[in-house]
Every structure is written in structure tokens, then in C-alpha cells.
């Protein structure tokens, strides 16, 4: 018994060492903030405000989010005069780049004297965004543009429904109780983030998933929505999409099998006076180019996950033009 518990003691004591250091370890290498319910509305949740980050898992980035919980050098004032807000995922949120290299930045540059205010969160889709995008405009009233970021352009036909009356569901924040507190630690959430990855990662023996046809008519309702929200605040809505493209040593460049379902975006978008800035055509031209891809970083697979630098910097260059009447 003695042995045993001397054992178990050196056992704890060496658990807890290693938990303090990789937690250390943790804080530079995978910080991210806890979020929390958005009160105003404008996104399903904000990150704790003024916190620092930074992330090695997928680029190397840090910084500190801004008095809202978003990820913009600037602080935000009740009446603050915003030119063009955007909106979006995890790709405008730009957790995996330096902050002045993110869309939302390289933009502001690029449009000089005009404001350009980001409130990109992670796991908000085009739905999520599209369900926000009134109480977005009401709150920071955007001047000339509001921007929605996608990935996708294809969703249950339930999820969409629940959008154009209204009654989609939050995103749901656990920043209270014991959760929150396991939370505030850097390793468990890294360890959290790897399982759930693990989990959600393709069966690669299982093939290819056919994926059902989009219901048009559904979409159509949507982005008339969409529209008649934006004219009645006096700004331009732009659709941004921009999803992953895939290199294949025998046909050449892809972007998946969804061509009819941009140009059905595309031309639907066009007909109720909203602009659909489709990133394919850049990221392609910028591959043959230069043969620098928009997607990964050096710590990940070649082309996969979020927007490196370089997809920021063509983005930014994209809806510039669109907002300079170049394109």
C-alpha cells in the first residue's frame, strides 16, 4: 500500500506539472477567447471583448479582439459612421492570419478615408448571416455596403425555410456554469477542438456523397428577402463567395460540382439588385499565374482549410473593384 500510494502521489503531481505547462504552452500556441450571446442581434454570438488570442494550429496568428469581441484594430462607438460592414464565417473572421492582413483590413486600405467594420464570427453560414442581416444594418447602419461571406451555397431546404420566416434557430454560447469554466482553459479547448475534428473528419473509404439538388424557388424567396432588407436600410448587399479549390494532376484546376448552382446565384442575384462576387474565376488565375493557392497554410494539408494572406489580399482586391465600379 505504501509503494502503491507513493506511486499514485508522483503520478498526480506529474499530471498536474503537465497540465500547467502544456496549458502555458497552450496560451501562445491556442488561445482562442470564449464567446457569448450577442445581445443586439447582428451575430448569433461575439468573442469576450478586449481578450488576446493567437493560434498555431492553422497558420500562425495573434492579436486582441476589440471592445465588441471582433476582430478589427479599431474599437466600436454607438453612432460610428460605417461604410461597409461585413459579415460572415471563420474565413472573414481571420482568426489564422496576422489582423492587417485579413480581408477586412487589406480593404480598408485599399478604400482609403472609408470605414470598413468586420464582424465575422466562426460557424456562421450564409443562413445564419442572411437570419442576422437586419438586425446587423439596424445596429451599425453601413453607408454604402454590407457583405456576406460563403463557402456554400448549398443548404437543407428546412434551413432555408426557417430563415425566410424567421424562425431560424441561435447558435447556442455555453460561457456560464462549469463549461465556461473549462472553457477558460487553453489545452482543453485545443484538445476539445482535435476530438471534435476527429469525429467530423470523411470516411475516406466511403466515396463520394451525392449531394441533393438546391430548391430553387426556395433560394429565390430567400434572396428576395435578402434585397428588399438591404434597399429599405439604402445599402448595397454583395454575396461573396468563395469556397476551396482542389488541384488534380490529370484534369487541372476544380471548385466541385456546383457550377449550375453559382450560376443560378449568380443570375438570381443579378435580378433582384444584388451583387454575387464569385472568387472562382480569381483564385484560378491567380493559381495559373503565380501558382499561389487562396486556402492552407504551411502547418496544413496544400490548399485546405481557411483563407491564407493571399486569398484575403484577392478578395479585398475583388470587392474593391466591385465597390469602384471597375468590375
Same mark, same amino acid.
Given at each position: =500500500?505504501?509503494?502503491?500510494?507513493?506511486?499514485?502521489? %508522483?503520478?498526480? @503531481?506529474?499530471?498536474?506539472?503537465?497540465?500547467?505547462?502544456?496549458? $502555458?504552452?497552450?496560451? *501562445?500556441?491556442?488561445?482562442?477567447?470564449?464567446?457569448?450571446?450577442?445581445?443586439?442581434?447582428?451575430?448569433?454570438?461575439?468573442?469576450?471583448?478586449?481578450?488576446?488570442?493567437?493560434?498555431?494550429?492553422?497558420?500562425?496568428?495573434?492579436?486582441?479582439?476589440?471592445?465588441?469581441?471582433?476582430?478589427?484594430?479599431?474599437?466600436?462607438? +454607438?453612432?460610428?459612421?460605417?461604410?461597409?460592414?461585413?459579415?460572415?464565417?471563420?474565413?472573414?473572421?481571420?482568426?489564422?492570419?496576422?489582423? +492587417?492582413?485579413?480581408?477586412?483590413?487589406? $480593404?480598408?486600405?485599399?478604400?482609403?478615408? !472609408?470605414? @470598413?467594420?468586420?464582424?465575422?464570427?466562426?460557424?456562421?453560414?450564409?443562413?445564419?448571416?442572411?437570419?442576422?442581416?437586419?438586425?446587423?444594418?439596424?445596429?451599425?447602419?453601413?453607408?454604402?455596403?454590407?457583405?456576406? +461571406?460563403?463557402?456554400?451555397?448549398?443548404?437543407?431546404?428546412?434551413? @432555408?425555410?426557417?430563415?425566410? #420566416?424567421?424562425?431560424?434557430?441561435?447558435? #447556442?454560447?455555453?460561457?456560464?456554469?462549469?463549461?465556461?469554466? *473549462?472553457?477558460?482553459?487553453?489545452?482543453?479547448?485545443? $484538445?476539445?477542438?482535435? *476530438?471534435?475534428?476527429?469525429?467530423?473528419?470523411?470516411?475516406?473509404?466511403?466515396?463520394?456523397? @451525392? %449531394?441533393? #439538388?438546391?430548391?430553387?424557388?426556395?433560394?429565390?424567396?430567400?434572396?428576395?428577402?435578402?434585397?428588399?432588407?438591404?434597399?429599405?436600410?439604402?445599402?448595397?448587399?454583395?454575396? *461573396?463567395?468563395?469556397?476551396?479549390?482542389?488541384?488534380?494532376?490529370?484534369?487541372?484546376?476544380?471548385?466541385?460540382?456546383?457550377?449550375?448552382?453559382?450560376?443560378?446565384?449568380?443570375?438570381?442575384?443579378?435580378?433582384?439588385?444584388?451583387?454575387?462576387?464569385? =472568387?472562382?474565376?480569381?483564385?484560378?488565375?491567380?493559381?495559373?499565374?503565380?501558382?499561389?493557392?487562396?486556402?492552407?497554410?504551411?502547418?496544413?494539408?496544400?490548399?485546405?482549410?481557411?483563407?491564407?494572406?493571399?486569398?484575403?489580399?484577392?478578395?479585398?482586391?475583388?470587392?474593391? %473593384?466591385? =465597390?469602384?465600379? !471597375?468590375?
Amino acid at each position: =500500500m505504501p509503494k502503491t500510494f507513493k506511486w499514485l502521489s %508522483k503520478a498526480f @503531481v506529474s499530471g498536474c506539472i503537465a497540465l500547467v505547462v502544456l496549458t $502555458l504552452f497552450c496560451f *501562445l500556441y491556442y488561445n482562442i477567447p470564449v464567446h457569448s450571446t450577442d445581445a443586439s442581434g447582428a451575430t448569433d454570438y461575439s468573442w469576450e471583448h478586449k481578450k488576446f488570442y493567437s493560434r498555431g494550429t492553422e497558420g500562425f496568428a495573434w492579436g486582441r479582439t476589440n471592445n465588441e469581441g471582433y476582430l478589427n484594430p479599431v474599437d466600436y462607438s +454607438e453612432g460610428m459612421n460605417v461604410d461597409v460592414l461585413i459579415m460572415g464565417s471563420s474565413h472573414m473572421e481571420a482568426y489564422n492570419v496576422a489582423m +492587417e492582413d485579413s480581408t477586412a483590413s487589406q $480593404l480598408s486600405s485599399l478604400l482609403g478615408d !472609408e470605414v @470598413v467594420y468586420n464582424i465575422g464570427v466562426s460557424g456562421h453560414t450564409f443562413l445564419t448571416c442572411s437570419d442576422n442581416l437586419e438586425a446587423a444594418l439596424e445596429k451599425y447602419r453601413p453607408q454604402k455596403y454590407a457583405v456576406i +461571406e460563403t463557402s456554400a451555397l448549398l443548404f437543407p431546404d428546412e434551413d @432555408v425555410r426557417k430563415v425566410i #420566416e424567421g424562425e431560424a434557430e441561435e447558435l #447556442e454560447s455555453h460561457s456560464g456554469g462549469i463549461i465556461g469554466l *473549462l472553457q477558460k482553459n487553453q489545452l482543453l479547448r485545443l $484538445l476539445y477542438s482535435q *476530438l471534435s475534428n476527429w469525429l467530423e473528419a470523411p470516411d475516406e473509404g466511403s466515396g463520394a456523397t @451525392v %449531394k441533393p #439538388e438546391a430548391n430553387t424557388e426556395l433560394y429565390s424567396e430567400l434572396l428576395n428577402k435578402l434585397s428588399k432588407t438591404a434597399s429599405e436600410y439604402g445599402v448595397k448587399l454583395i454575396i *461573396l463567395y468563395q469556397s476551396n479549390m482542389y488541384i488534380d494532376p490529370e484534369t487541372g484546376i476544380s471548385f466541385g460540382n456546383d457550377t449550375d448552382l453559382r450560376d443560378f446565384f449568380s443570375e438570381t442575384c443579378r435580378e433582384v439588385g444584388i451583387e454575387f462576387a464569385d =472568387m472562382s474565376e480569381r483564385f484560378a488565375e491567380e493559381y495559373s499565374n503565380s501558382y499561389i493557392l487562396p486556402h492552407g497554410f504551411s502547418n496544413t494539408s496544400v490548399g485546405a482549410g481557411h483563407l491564407n494572406k493571399h486569398g484575403h489580399r484577392m478578395i479585398a482586391e475583388e470587392l474593391c %473593384k466591385i =465597390m469602384r465600379g !471597375e468590375n
